[in-house]
């Protein structure tokens, strides 16, 4: 089963950026990969996927600010999350788009108003 790690995160201010990676044990170049938050009292949601095919999605609350690239001879997939606003904050996770491998720790950002 691949393993997924998460790294990257941290507190920083509104309007501030940050570099999200996702390393993964094994291959995932023919998975659609993407990138979850979940915020306190909440559910985990989907906020940008790519395809096998580098084809990508954004969920309307991140378009335009958030950017998924993936590096398949590093087993990685990157989030470049910019402007970042104060309900941006969650712990991010990354897994296929269906959710089939186990979740790793995921990372924590934090966004200060």
């Known amino acids: 089963q691949v393993q997924l790690v998460e790294s990257g995160g941290g507190l920083v201010q509104a309007g501030g950026s940050l570099r999200l990676s996702c390393a993964a044990s094994g291959s995932i170049s023919i998975n659609a990969m993407g990138w979850y938050r979940q915020a306190p009292g909440k559910q985990r949601e989907l906020v940008a996927a790519?395809?096998?095919?580098?084809?990508?999605h954004y969920a309307n609350s991140v378009k335009g600010r958030f950017t998924i690239s993936r590096d398949n001879a590093k087993n990685t997939v990157y989030l470049q999350m910019n402007s970042l606003k104060p309900e941006d904050t969650a712990v991010y996770y990354c897994?296929?788009?269906?959710?089939?491998?186990?979740w790793g720790q995921g990372t924590q950002v934090t966004v200060s108003s």
């Open positions: 790519i395809s096998s095919a580098d084809s990508t």
């Open positions: 897994n296929t788009v269906t959710g089939i491998l186990t």
